[in-house]
């Protein structure tokens, strides 16, 4: 069975930064890519982010290119979001999410998902 | 960017309708890359239709997707209470998009 699971949220100052971190098992994690979405609370979804299983192709929604980060570790199994410069914006429920192959597909497992609040 | 608008924003049927949900993209997509998710309250979304027609594993055969280049559709033959939710596409044949989401209502 595939799990997903997130970690690294939290309450971060307009400006700061903070890095999430979604751990997976139940699946040859560098065989797929990953994804983060978010979703604001009420709002609908937002797709974020995108990584390749070799980590060699990188994808960001254009509010978040050049303050976001992913990458991956796939001898961790693990997957990260480093974010720099956050904004109220940003607040959001973020899931990170599995894809159905390793570049460019649908994704068809989500985790539970981090809260990260950007207020002062 | 692909940006896909879906429509209508809310609909609203009975049990044993039949829905028909719309998603169009600005510009073609590239090997009828798009995906459809449902969302019910409080939950994680789960895909039900990937590359515009193919239904994910555990999906009911009353689901069903059909399109191609800039226009999709997601149809639910005869409606069922647990199919009130919204439901998202999403393009994944140049980077990747959302759409805004079409919300399933009973009437």
């Known amino acids: 069975e595939v799990q997903l699971l997130e970690s690294g949220g939290g309450l971060v100052q307009p400006g700061g930064s903070l890095r999430l971190s979604c751990s997976g098992s139940?699946?040859?994690?560098?065989?797929?890519?990953m994804d983060w979405v978010r979703q604001a609370p009420g709002k609908g979804l937002e797709w974020v982010s995108a990584i390749s299983g070799s980590g060699a192709n990188r994808y960001y929604v254009d509010s978040v290119k050049g303050r976001f980060t992913i990458s991956r570790d796939n001898s961790k199994n693990t997957l990260y979001l480093q974010m720099n410069s956050l904004r109220a914006e940003d607040t959001a429920l973020y899931y990170c999410a599995k894809e159905r192959k390793i570049l460019l597909s649908a994704i068809d497992s989500w985790g539970q998902g981090t809260l990260v609040t950007v207020s002062s | 960017d692909i940006v896909l608008t879906q429509s209508p924003g809310t609909l609203s049927l009975s049990p044993g309708d039949r829905a028909t949900l719309s998603c169009r993209a600005s510009e073609t997509i590239k090997s009828n890359y798009l995906a459809w998710y449902q969302q019910r309250p409080g939950q994680t979304p789960t895909l039900v239709i990937y590359d515009a027609s193919s239904r994910a594993t555990g999906i009911p055969d009353r689901f069903s997707g059909s399109g191609s280049g800039t226009d999709f559709t997601l149809t639910i033959s005869r409606l069922e209470p647990e199919d009130f939710a919204i439901y998202y596409c999403q393009q994944y044949g140049s980077s990747y998009t959302l759409g805004q989401g079409t919300k399933l209502e009973i009437k």
């Open positions: 139940g699946f040859t994690f560098s065989t797929y890519a």
